[in-house]
């Protein structure tokens, strides 16, 4: 059974300073909806409707998405304007939502373990809002791809990509043996590595399953690089004492934490998402 997905909502947003002063970076809309709610949906669709925020100082306007606001839908209830609150509704609807704090901002590993109660003792997704990831065409999102997989392996799954160049000191990288077409079972992992001590070019994303063990290994985990608590250390850690799943997902990832991802999610949500005819 898995059910919840863990939102870490915590960081300040910095690159997308002075947008992000006062305004949490996941409420940053690509055309009309905000990140987050892209995230929520990739969850609900792929069965994970408890829906778990770890948040920090400055986040309540997530909180206020995920709510009814009465006045406004009083305002706008029989006109034709309610039309552009059904995605939100859809949302609500059919997801509960839950909201803990993490007070200081010690690494992702750490954000992930302040949602420790919320999650209880079971496994569950990880979504990094964002990450904006783009089913392929008429096919699912990758959360619901990863837990296809889960299903199958009963293991942690974090979901890669093929990145080129220098862009690899940006991210988590995974070395492993290939089990079968864009599967991996993995050997090794570092954080932002330098190009030249990188072991493959097989970058992890912001969308993970993992296994409730993870709670105990990210306590017992160091500060890492940049001094933060990573969650690739405590990944490498249940890799090694049992297994863990590396797993090539089919669609597109926009790196919306970043101008240029942000932008080009912008572009193609509008060309093949908003200007295409309701059906
Ligand atoms: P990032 O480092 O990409 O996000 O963390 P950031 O810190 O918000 O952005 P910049 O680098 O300052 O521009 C990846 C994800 O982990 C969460 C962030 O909210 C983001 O979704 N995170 C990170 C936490 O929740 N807590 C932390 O202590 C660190």
Same mark, same amino acid.
């Given at each position: 059974?898995?059910?919840?997905?863990?939102?870490?909502?915590?960081?300040?947003?910095?690159?997308?300073?002075?947008?992000?002063?006062?305004?949490? +970076?996941?409420?940053?809309?690509?055309?009309?909806?905000?990140?987050?709610?892209?995230?929520?949906? $990739?969850?609900?669709?792929?069965?994970?409707? $408890?829906?778990?925020?770890? =948040?920090?100082?400055?986040?309540?306007?997530?909180?206020?998405?995920?709510?009814?606001?009465?006045?406004?839908?009083?305002?706008?209830?029989? =006109?034709?304007? %309610? +039309?552009?609150?059904?995605?939100?509704?859809?949302?609500?609807?059919?997801?509960?939502?839950?909201?803990?704090?993490?007070?200081?901002?010690?690494?992702?590993?750490?954000?992930?373990?302040?949602?420790?109660?919320?999650?209880?003792?079971?496994? @569950?997704?990880?979504?990094?809002?964002?990450?904006?990831?783009?089913?392929?065409?008429?096919?699912?999102?990758?959360?619901?791809?990863?837990?296809?997989? @889960?299903?199958?392996?009963?293991?942690?799954?974090?979901?890669?990509?093929?990145?080129?160049?220098?862009?690899?000191?940006? @991210?988590?990288?995974?070395?492993?043996?290939?089990?079968?077409?864009?599967?991996?079972?993995?050997?090794?992992?570092?954080?932002?590595?330098?190009?030249? %001590?990188?072991?493959?070019?097989?970058?992890?994303?912001?969308?993970?399953?993992?296994?409730?063990?993870? @709670?105990?290994?990210?306590?017992?985990?160091?500060?890492? +690089?940049?001094?933060?608590?990573?969650? =690739?250390?405590?990944?490498? +850690?249940?890799?090694?004492?049992?297994?863990?799943?590396?797993?090539?997902?089919?669609?597109?990832?926009?790196?919306?934490?970043?101008?240029?991802?942000?932008?080009?999610?912008?572009?193609?949500?509008? %060309?093949?998402?908003?200007?295409?005819?309701?059906?």
């Amino acid at each position: 059974m898995i059910n919840k997905c863990l939102f870490p909502v915590a960081g300040y947003g910095t690159r997308f300073l002075p947008a992000t002063k006062s305004m949490p +970076k996941e409420m940053l809309p690509i055309v009309n909806k905000p990140l987050v709610q892209y995230g929520v949906e $990739e969850a609900l669709e792929a069965g994970l409707d $408890e829906v778990c925020f770890v =948040t920090g100082r400055g986040k309540r306007a997530i909180e206020d998405h995920f709510d009814v606001n009465y006045e406004l839908e009083h305002q706008i209830a029989g =006109t034709g304007k %309610e +039309k552009y609150l059904e995605s939100i509704r859809h949302v609500m609807d059919n997801c509960s939502f839950s909201f803990t704090r993490q007070r200081e901002m010690k690494g992702l590993g750490h954000a992930i373990l302040t949602g420790r109660r919320l999650v209880g003792d079971q496994p @569950f997704g990880v979504i990094l809002s964002d990450d904006l990831c783009m089913p392929p065409e008429d096919g699912a999102g990758v959360m619901a791809q990863m837990v296809k997989i @889960f299903k199958q392996f009963r293991c942690s799954v974090v979901a890669i990509q093929e990145v080129e160049g220098d862009d690899i000191e940006k @991210f988590g990288v995974v070395d492993g043996e290939k089990l079968k077409e864009g599967i991996y079972r993995v050997t090794n992992m570092v954080e932002k590595p330098k190009k030249a %001590e990188a072991p493959t070019n097989m970058a992890i994303i912001g969308r993970y399953i993992l296994t409730p063990d993870i @709670f105990d290994i990210l306590e017992k985990t160091p500060p890492g +690089k940049g001094g933060e608590i990573q969650l =690739t250390d405590a990944l490498l +850690k249940q890799a090694q004492d049992g297994a863990v799943l590396a797993y090539r997902f089919k669609g597109t990832r926009y790196d919306c934490g970043s101008v240029e991802g942000f932008i080009d999610a912008t572009h193609y949500v509008y %060309e093949h998402i908003y200007r295409q005819p309701k059906a």
